[in-house]
């Protein structure tokens, strides 16, 4: 024992300064930014404070969703430079484990705390099975939702139905066990990781591009996914969960099985995450699914707003692409994060741009009736906070 | 002389407006009832006087001095105490944590001794807490809670004592044991400020009394004014009562 | 024999140690039920406040620093961390009493995040070498080797366990406290000022964090600023093991966490440590989650 000990502190000390996460680096090491994608969301955020109501009015409109999507998909059109591309991708997956956390902790209310460790199970799954048992990318998908679907019960399977302090915590235990346990087995290459994973195919184009455009078509409709899944009846009872989960139990909505819906939906997104960055890297390894990264995604989350899509989205793209804005600075921006997660929490809890429930929605769910998927959070009228 | 004075206090929870410009006073060394429906206000206006709901509108003056605003600590450092409805009582401290509690704002102007003399006081006042000092709280039966709630209070040696309800919930054995005990305070000096459901039996232990209907005084007087008056009857206390 | 007595002895070490910084969880989570997660951070500035002082003061007495300067600079050390555990308290957790859980939980989150970053700004990211250790020596009882650095470390841990102990059991503040935890309001009408109880709370939780950030500088030789992630989950591990708010029951979680993270490395290898504890803590939170000493039902309360 006491030859191990001085080990001991620095368990994660030792690698998590210098790797803040392979992802997070390759994002800081690459060439001037492409403000223009995120430049779309950005500038309306900043101004929306004051008039949030105005402005999420015309911003969360199906029309600027489309728009972005556009924009997103004509990319390789505007700016086909490597770094760009690079850039774009790390971005999109970034949103898509965004938008995957804020099922958990925007729609559900539960805090997740090692998310990345689904993320890391979607990549390790997808990378050992492409490159050990030689399997094309496409085939593993199934086995990666399996996987997550898996881990997503072996955790909240028990801690669900505790206080939801626990799973928090407990969360962030097994995002340490995942990674752990990727840096001693053989099977996942231990400390040196995965290489060599093969993409989609190319269907003719570079392959840069072809990478950029799958995951482009997989983000875009996560996106929708999500969307559509808050907007739906589960939707509606993950909120209420949120908002008081005695009211909902009472009102005959079974919390335990909507959170662990909540969570095992919330894992599935962080795997096909997984995958799409094991094929954009080509090679994964154990630091890049530390801590670091659950909170980055957190920190997404809440600044967006908590439950809000297009908020959501918006703060991905701010915390994926700031770093180009602030390079070398990685210690000061951590500690800017954690006092902005301090002060958002205190004088703005709903986030930059909140969830805004139709009036509709708000009646059906008073009612009761989960039917439909309304017309989406265009109107802005009532605020959840307004409701409280 | 009186001890407590509200005039025309409003106060509320949120939006709903549950005490709207009361007026009333408590007499030193006396025991005034509030009496009323549910909801007419009762325990708002206790805790109003406590500082637990903030006042909208209007004064509580304590002792001749001006305290609306005043933070609770503050208040039960002045000699105010409330029991409130149920009795409170920590169901996982020891009987005699729960009076230490009690007497918690008793630091600079009361020595050690001084709360030793007391704690031995309650004991006397009610034996039964004596045998049980060293149980949790929590396995007392209704009734002795309530007392260890009235003991607790009596610790901090309040000059003015709320009571929320004390009878509520007891068996009538049990509650007609509580109300002979805060009868038995004002031989001690201790001026009480009495909310109960128990109409009767309020009317029958105290001096004087008021009637609160939704946020309103409607009715004040002594209590044989009040007992006497054909609507207290009518409202409260039924056909039984009507040869009293 | 000796192998297993070895192990016994060690498993004790490390649990006392955690037990120190499991004790400040738990208070804090019984008197108002929030998971701190800047508790482990706190360990890791007592580390760091007291890598400063020893620098300061090794310099100015030359290198001879014996254990009284140590347990001097670990004094200083606790009021520091105490302070800024208030500072914390006041800062980010008081304006949200009252808010839903989820932000509270996630302002503990931006507080970690802040004393981390903080401090790797302040020091640097490179693990720091501590100027002063707990002396290299050790000695041999019944075939079991013993090093003063841990025996330094279990008696000073032993003594702040009883003196915490007594504070809250026999205390006027101490009975406030466990008084806080079942009912807020009605102590406010016993006259106890809460804010100041739970501030005193959080001073006293930070206080021996701090003191063991210090004593882990010393004994294991270095500090660095993540230390405290790893030490707040195993942390919280023991608060659960021994039923979550219980002040005893956090001591006896901690040293059923030392003895089976002890036996667990010696049966599976040190590198499963970690994985190891925390796979204990998901179990035990599905077979008995309120802990071997908590009886209240943790459900929703």
């Known amino acids: ?254 919390t335990y099985k909507v959170k662990l819906a909540a969570y095992i939906t919330g894992a599935i997104f962080g795997g096909l995450a ?16 530390n801590f670091l990264w659950s909170a980055l995604i957190l920190m997404a989350v809440v600044l967006g707003g908590m439950g809000s899509t297009p908020g959501v989205v918006v703060g991905a793209l701010v915390i994926s692409l700031l770093p180009e804005l602030l390079r070398g600075a990685e210690n000061w921006r951590y500690f800017i994060f954690g006092v902005l997660l301090i002060i958002v929490m205190i004088f703005r809890p709903q986030g930059i741009w909140p969830y805004t429930p139709t009036e509709q929605a708000v009646k059906k769910s008073l009612f009761g009736r989960f039917k439909g998927g309304g017309s989406g959070n265009t109107a802005g009228t009532t605020t959840e906070e307004v409701a409280r | 002389m009186s001890l407590l004075r509200l005039s025309s206090v409003r106060a509320g929870y949120g939006g709903l407006q549950a005490l709207r410009g009361v007026s009333l006073h408590a007499s030193e060394g006396e025991i005034t009832a509030l009496l009323g429906a549910n909801g007419a206000g009762k325990t708002t206006v206790l805790n109003a006087v406590c500082g637990l709901v903030p006042i909208a509108g209007g004064d509580v003056f304590f002792a001749g001095e001006r305290v609306t605003g005043y933070p609770t600590e503050r208040l039960v450092r002045m000699g105010l105490a409330q029991v409130p409805e149920g009795g409170k009582v920590f169901g996982e401290l020891s009987v005699r944590d729960n009076l230490l509690l009690g007497a918690y704002s008793r630091r600079g102007r009361s020595s050690r001794a001084e709360v030793r003399d007391d704690l031995e006081e309650m004991c006397r006042m009610f034996p039964v807490l004596r045998e049980a000092s060293s149980r949790r709280g929590d396995t007392l039966s209704g009734g002795e809670q309530q007392m260890l709630a009235i003991a607790r209070a009596l610790m901090s040696r309040p000059r003015l004592l709320l009571l929320d309800e004390p009878s509520i919930g007891l068996a009538p054995m049990a509650a007609a044991e509580v109300l002979r005990q805060v009868a038995a305070l004002r031989e001690l000096g201790t001026t009480v400020l009495l909310v109960e459901q128990n109409v009767a039996a309020a009317l029958q232990i105290a001096d004087r009394g008021y009637v609160l209907e939704v946020g309103q005084v409607v ?26 | 024999m000796d192998y297993f007595l070895q192990l016994v002895l060690n498993g004790l070490f490390v649990g006392a140690f955690y037990a120190l910084v499991a004790l400040g969880y738990t208070m804090v989570y019984g008197i108002i039920k929030l998971l701190n997660f800047a508790h482990g951070d706190i360990y890791m500035v007592g580390g760091f406040v007291g890598f400063t002082m020893l620098t300061a003061a090794s310099g100015a007495m030359g290198a001879k620093g014996g254990l009284l300067l140590l347990i001097v600079v670990m004094v200083l050390a606790m009021l520091t961390t105490g302070t800024l555990g208030l500072i914390i308290e006041r800062i980010a957790y008081r304006p949200l009493r009252g808010a839903p859980r989820l932000s509270i939980l996630i302002t503990a989150v931006g507080a970690s995040f802040a004393l981390e970053y903080g401090i790797a700004l302040a020091y640097g990211p490179n693990p720091r070498a501590y100027p002063v250790g707990m002396g290299t020596g050790s000695f041999n009882v019944f075939g079991v080797r013993i090093s003063t650095g841990q025996l330094v470390m279990v008696v000073i841990a032993v003594i702040l366990m009883i003196a915490l102990d007594t504070l809250v059991r026999r205390t006027r503040s101490g009975r406030a406290m466990r008084a806080i935890s079942q009912d807020p309001r009605a102590c406010l009408l016993m006259g106890v000022n809460v804010d100041s109880v739970i501030a005193r709370t959080f001073f006293l939780g930070s206080a021996l964090a701090g003191a063991a950030g210090v004593m882990a500088g010393a004994y294991y030789g270095k500090i660095d600023f993540l230390m405290g992630f790893i030490i707040g989950l195993k942390a919280f591990t023991a608060a659960v093991i021994g039923g979550i708010g219980n002040i005893r029951g956090a001591v006896l979680g901690a040293i059923v966490l030392g003895l089976l993270e002890s036996f667990g490395t010696a049966w599976l290898g040190s590198q499963w440590r970690d994985v190891f504890a925390f796979g204990f803590l998901i179990l035990f939170l599905t077979v008995r989650p309120t802990g071997l000493l908590g009886e209240r039902v943790t459900e929703r309360v």
């Open chain 1, 1 to 254: 024992m006491s030859d191990q000990t001085p080990k001991e502190p620095g368990v994660t000390g030792t690698d998590a300064p210098e790797e803040s996460s392979a992802f997070v680096r390759a994002v800081e090491e690459r060439g001037a930014a492409n403000v223009g994608l995120a430049g779309a969301g950005l500038t309306p955020t900043s101004r929306s404070k004051g008039h949030q109501t105005a402005a999420s009015k015309a911003l969360a409109s199906p029309w600027f969703a489309l728009a972005v999507a556009v924009v997103a998909l004509a990319l390789p059109y505007i700016n086909s430079q490597a770094y760009t591309l690079r850039i774009a991708t790390d971005a999109l997956i970034f949103i898509m484990l965004a938008v995957g956390l804020n099922i958990v902790v925007g729609y559900c209310g539960l805090l997740d705390l090692g998310y990345a460790a689904f993320f890391a199970i979607g990549a390790y799954t997808a990378g050992f099975l492409a490159t050990a048992k030689g399997m094309p990318m496409w085939a593993t998908i199934p086995f990666v939702i399996l996987a997550a679907v898996a881990g997503g019960i072996i955790i909240g399977g028990p801690t669900l139905r505790l206080r939801s302090d626990y799973l928090a915590i407990v969360t962030l235990g097994f995002g340490e066990i995942i990674r752990i346990t990727a840096n001693n087995l053989d099977v996942t290459g231990g400390p040196n990781g995965l290489f060599g994973i093969p993409d989609f195919g190319e269907f003719g184009l570079r392959a840069d591009v072809a990478i950029y455009w799958t995951t482009a078509v997989v983000v875009i409709l996560a996106v929708i996914a999500s969307s559509r899944l808050g907007r739906g009846r589960l939707g509606r009872a993950w909120r209420f969960v949120r908002e008081d989960e005695d009211a909902a139990e009472a009102m005959g909505i079974h």
């Open chain 1, 274 to 289: 997984g995958v799409l960055f094991a094929v954009h890297q080509t090679a994964i390894s154990p630091p890049s699914f």
């Open chain 2, 219 to 244: 009715l004040e007087g002594t209590a044989a004014e009040l007992l006497a008056s054909r609507d207290v009857r009518r409202a409260y206390l039924g056909r039984d009562y009507e040869g009293i």
